[in-house]
């Protein structure tokens, strides 16, 4: 993992996080984000399964994910678009592979837009191309559904199902031979990024 990135998500409108050599270290007080940070992208990105409980490390159904978009509801948001994506390189030949997630929160529409990718010929989000246009100065808007289907091209990969892009994240990224691999493994990836990790462990 050679990078991370929001666009207009959660708190973030435009934000990209920087690994060395696969780690990073997010430090904090209690409250202040690291969390939702860190389980926005693992196992999320992964294989795009929105299931409150699962987003939260805690294990708690308390927030679905259209809370990242449209918050508590008090502050007039009600339609937006933003984006995850994380970038992969192999740092001896200098290939570099993102995949990534788009989606859509509409203000009593039960149903979140969802859209996944997954960039192979090289581009890189923010250096070669970016999943949002600028409207001014000092404002932009995310890509549209359709717009992020032209930037990404019939040379990459893009879908609207989750199923279909959690296949594709292995297929281009990791390869295990069966996807029950690959699911074993995202469970494994749960496990170990729970706060107490020693109790009930199996």
Known sequence: MNRMG????WLYKKQEFPLDHGHILLRGQNGSG???????????????DRTPSRLDPFGSDARRMEYYFLGDGHDGREDETGYLYLEFVKEDTKEYRTIGIGQRAKKGNSTLGFWGFVLMDGRRIGRDCSLCRRISNDAFRPLTKL???????????????QGDYKAAVNKYLFGFERMEQFEQFIRLLIKVRAPKLSKEFK
């Open 6 to 9: 929001f666009v207009n998500f």
């Open 34 to 48: 690291k969390s939702i940070t860190t389980q926005s992208f693992i196992p999320f990105i992964l294989d795009g």
């Open 147 to 161: 717009e992020c289907r032209d930037l990404i091209g019939t040379n990459n990969f893009f879908t609207e199902s």
